[in-house]
């Protein structure tokens, strides 16, 4: 899944597209044009943008603010408590790409916070403690995480490569949405899509 950070590759694409179609465009005709994709007056903007968030990780201490000033709230991470978190790292990897930021203790991990890209989740396990996903508590109740996916298409097919099971295939949604729907190990749904 592409989003602003991949930018180069993304212009890079537009450009080879273009020469497929006897359309030539300069390496910079081509950064400026996906710098208007993303709504920015020019690449000079997207690339400060890109270097910020490169500096940056969900789970830094310092302060980071928006361009005006305000206080920015990056990103939120659903808590899972989960039976097994090695059972669940091995699936959020194997299956949704995701990387492990944190896990602890080495011994025996009862704790880890997993990400993939601006997507970040808390997992734990206590003895005892069972999941209780949405869904358990009223079938209608479906989802435990909304996960932004600015192309979906893409997504899907890079999960179903994976060999991803779905819950919902992929589809526009009666309210309005454009996404699928994977169940982990534990029984939390997670829907990844966009407005459409």
Excluded: C
């Excluded at 537009?14 to 950064?31: F, G, I, P, Q, T």
């Excluded at 959020?92 to 009862?110: C, I, K, M, T, W």
């Excluded at 909304?146 to 589809?171: I, M, N, Q, T």
């Amino acid at each position: 899944m592409r989003d602003f950070r991949d930018s180069k590759g993304m212009a890079k694409t537009l450009r080879e597209a273009l020469a497929e179609r006897n359309l030539n465009l300069s390496h910079s005709d081509s950064l400026e044009l996906v710098a208007r994709l993303f709504a920015l007056p020019n690449w000079n903007v997207l690339a400060a943008r890109i270097g910020r968030v490169g500096r940056e990780h969900l789970l830094t201490s310092a302060p980071t603010t928006l361009e005006h000033g305000e206080p920015q709230t990056p990103a939120v991470s659903p808590f899972f408590v989960v039976t097994d978190v090695p059972r669940s790292i091995a699936f959020y990897q194997e299956r949704l790409g995701f990387s492990v930021a944190h896990q602890a203790p080495p011994e025996d991990v009862f704790f880890a916070i997993i990400y993939r890209d601006g997507a970040q989740l808390f997992l734990k396990s206590e003895g005892g403690v069972t999941s209780t996903p949405n869904s358990m508590r009223h079938p209608h109740l479906r989802w435990d995480a909304f996960v932004f996916a600015p192309d979906p298409d893409g997504l899907h097919a890079d999960f179903a490569r994976r060999g991803v099971e779905f819950s919902r295939p992929l589809l526009d949604t009666h309210d309005g949405l454009r996404g699928f729907e994977v169940t982990d190990p534990d029984g939390y749904v997670l829907f990844f899509g966009r407005p459409r």
